[in-house]
């Protein structure tokens, strides 16, 4: 299978400035994602998508492939994860005149991640023809059932279509699981037909406790300790 890795690394990080190169332990923290992706022989190509010419700059230096510098209007706070995607399949596949069967999206606030995940991930797509993507998810330790919401002076659950779920013994609650930045897969038909994870998602269940992401300074403190 023809597969390349995407790490979306846009220069304009409001929570934790240029965080995307902001040095962790002494290396950028893109490099260490860049590396991951590196490391797998399944890889074709580790592509660095970024409209920082800075950041282009870092990941070269790392091994990484920069074919093209993302626009502008794909790099604002509210841009969403399938138009880039969608621009770095068609401007990879017109450059490099070839047809991509997997993307793999790496983040690259996800320094941690453990080993093999691009391997067993790319094996389950393969052993699941039918799913349209592959996302990496953990066990939540905050059940839906437990949450509530606003309702003027009171409170009422989250959960609307079970009567009273905050009341369900814990041992009867469903497994519930949340996403991760660790990893996920794309089928390039399922980009084309114009969604990110289309209606067949398979999960890749990872540990809570090696799931490390890195959006605010405490995470960050927190990574450093690792």
């Not at 950028?28 to 010419?53: G, M, Q, W």
């Not at 070269?60 to 969608?86: C, H, M, Q, W």
């Not at 437990?146 to 905050?166: A, F, H, M, T």
């Amino acid at each position: 299978m023809n597969i390349y890795t995407i790490i979306p690394a846009r220069g304009g990080s409001k929570g934790i400035p240029k965080k995307n190169i902001k040095l962790l332990k002494g290396k950028p923290l893109i490099a260490y994602t860049i590396e991951y992706s590196i490391k797998s022989k399944l890889i074709n190509k580790t592509v660095v998508s970024t409209d920082s010419l800075e950041i282009a700059n870092i990941a070269k230096s790392f091994g990484a492939n920069v074919p093209f510098i993302r626009p502008g209007y794909l790099a604002e706070d509210l841009t969403t994860d399938f138009p880039v995607f969608k621009h770095a399949l068609l401007e990879l596949e017109n450059i490099f005149k070839e047809e991509i069967d997997l993307l793999i999206l790496l983040r690259p606030t996800s320094p941690y991640r453990p080993e093999g995940l691009i391997e067993i991930g790319v094996n389950k797509m393969i052993q699941n023809p039918g799913a349209s993507s592959l996302r990496s998810v953990a066990k939540t330790n905050e059940h839906p059932y437990r949450q509530w919401i606003s309702n003027g002076d009171s409170i009422v659950g989250y959960e609307k279509d079970i009567l009273e779920p905050y009341n369900i013994p814990r041992q009867q609650l469903p497994e519930i699981y949340f996403q991760t930045g660790d990893i996920e897969i794309i089928r390039r038909s399922t980009i084309i037909d114009g969604s990110i994870s289309g209606k067949n998602v398979i999960p890749l269940i990872i540990n809570h406790e090696d799931m490390v992401d890195i959006d605010t300074d405490k995470d960050w403190k927190d990574a450093e300790k690792k």
